[in-house]
């Protein structure tokens, strides 16, 4: 089984910055991909960031630019510098760590943190 844990959110202004932090544990192995997404309330969920094992990184349009995703393999641990943060930004941010690989893989989802962002 694998943890995922989040941290790092929080209550900033407009324009200010936070950075997100998620750390897996437990039977790891061979990850594919760790991934943040938001969910913010009355909408779908929506990949922010992912970076893969080879370190190919995608972002979702709105935050390029702004937001920075890192990873510390040592860790286990995927980071998500916010800046220049919006009010559109403010969400509930849950990270996603894909492991395995072929058709072998399985999903493990982190409880979230909570990013407001005041206007």
């Known amino acids: 089984q694998v943890q995922v844990v989040e941290s790092g959110g929080g209550l900033v202004h407009s324009g200010g910055s936070l950075r997100l932090s998620c750390a897996a544990s437990?039977?790891?192995?061979?990850?594919?991909?760790m991934t943040w997404y938001r969910q913010a309330p009355g909408k779908q969920r929506e990949l922010v960031a992912t970076i893969t094992s080879n370190g190919t990184i995608t972002y979702t349009d709105s935050v390029k630019g702004r937001f920075a995703i890192s990873r510390d393999n040592a860790k286990i641990t995927v980071y998500l510098q916010m800046n220049s943060l919006k009010p559109e930004d403010t969400a509930v941010y849950l990270c996603k760590v894909v492991t395995g690989s072929g058709v072998m893989r399985y999903h493990f989802w982190g409880q979230g943190t909570q990013v407001t962002v005041s206007s």
């Open positions: 437990g039977s790891i192995y061979n990850i594919y991909a």
